[in-house]
């Protein structure tokens, strides 16, 4: 099938490898509320993933899903091609306890739009409390590495500081910091940018991108369409609870092939034929 009726508009290809994400047909509901209605998603290492979308199309209940923060009606998730969220006893799934999902979160981090710093702990104590305390690195190697990581994102200088006496933008550089310290195997970012004032955006953005190059797996969901289509390897369009569209980042700005993309786009001031070339 082609078009929209088939529902979801995939690049074809063929990758043989176990994804470090997939997400696969999940529900999740609300109540009365359906915010997932069959969503699925592959990434694989390595990969930069934006997810957009309308306000209330699910970008972010998918990643709450992912991090187990939410539980889910149906489908299933995996990470490393091991189910979340659930184990096999005895051939039958039960649900994990929580000290099972608290193993499988260690192996993600999530990057929030309030950033979610403790205000009483340090720059350095965010950074380093979970390696030391979940972890179990030594302390003093969680904190070289910490430093290393707070120079990276440019903020060597505030190790000390408490996360009141930051910008926002250095806040959340923080926070991002602080997603890296633990060594993920992917980083979710839900809207990193939108409590920021404009002009502390670009260095969150420039912080990402740079982490980004390193190689570092990562799902961004993002209204930054620049960010998405600069930096993203592919971008993936939700409405309804539904992953529409998910193609290859410069094709899905160039030639969107639903008219709900189209529409989103130009309604996001970019219409496909301004952003060619
Ligand atoms: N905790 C919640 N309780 C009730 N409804 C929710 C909750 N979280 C999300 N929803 C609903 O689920 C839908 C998807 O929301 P959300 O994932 O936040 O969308 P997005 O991040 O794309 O804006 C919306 O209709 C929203 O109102
Ligand atoms: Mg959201």
């Known amino acids: ?18 994804p470090v994400l997939e997400v696969a047909n999940v529900v999740k509901r609300f109540g009365d509320t359906t915010a997932l209605d069959g969503a699925s998603l592959k990434v694989y290492e390595g990969e930069v993933v934006a997810i957009l979308g309308p306000s209330g199309s699910g970008k972010s209940t998918l990643v709450r899903c992912v991090d187990q923060l939410e539980a889910i009606d149906g489908g ?39 950033f979610n710093l403790f205000p009483h702990w340090s720059v350095l104590r965010n950074i380093t409390e979970a390696p030391v305390a979940v972890h179990g690195i030594p302390e003093r190697e969680a904190r070289a590495r910490a430093m290393e990581l707070l120079e990276r994102v ?19 550089r923080v926070a991002i910091a602080r997603g890296v310290a633990v060594d993920p195997r992917i980083l979710l970012f839900d809207e990193p940018t939108s409590a920021l004032d404009p002009e502390l955006v670009d260095e969150v953005l420039q912080t990402m991108k740079q982490l980004a190059s ?14 998405a289509r600069n930096v993203a390897d592919r971008c993936v369009f939700m409405a309804e609870g539904k992953v529409i569209e998910d193609r290859p980042a410069d094709e899905f700005f160039r030639d969107p092939r639903s008219a709900r993309l189209r529409a989103f786009l130009a309604r996001s001031g970019r219409s496909p034929i301004e952003v060619e070339g």
């Open 1 to 18: 099938m082609t078009g929209e009726s088939s529902g979801l508009i995939v690049t074809p290809g063929v990758v043989d490898e176990v």
């Open 76 to 114: 299933a998730m995996f990470l490393d091609g091991e189910l979340l969220g659930y184990e096999r006893i005895h051939g039958h799934l039960r649900p994990l306890t929580d000290a099972g999902r608290r193993r499988q979160r260690r192996r993600m981090s999530m990057v929030f739009q309030q």
């Open 154 to 172: 440019g903020l060597s200088d505030k190790a000390d500081a408490y996360p009141r006496h930051l910008s926002g933008g250095q806040q959340q």
């Open 214 to 227: 390193t190689g570092r797996t990562m799902v961004v969901v993002t209204h930054e369409l620049e960010f």
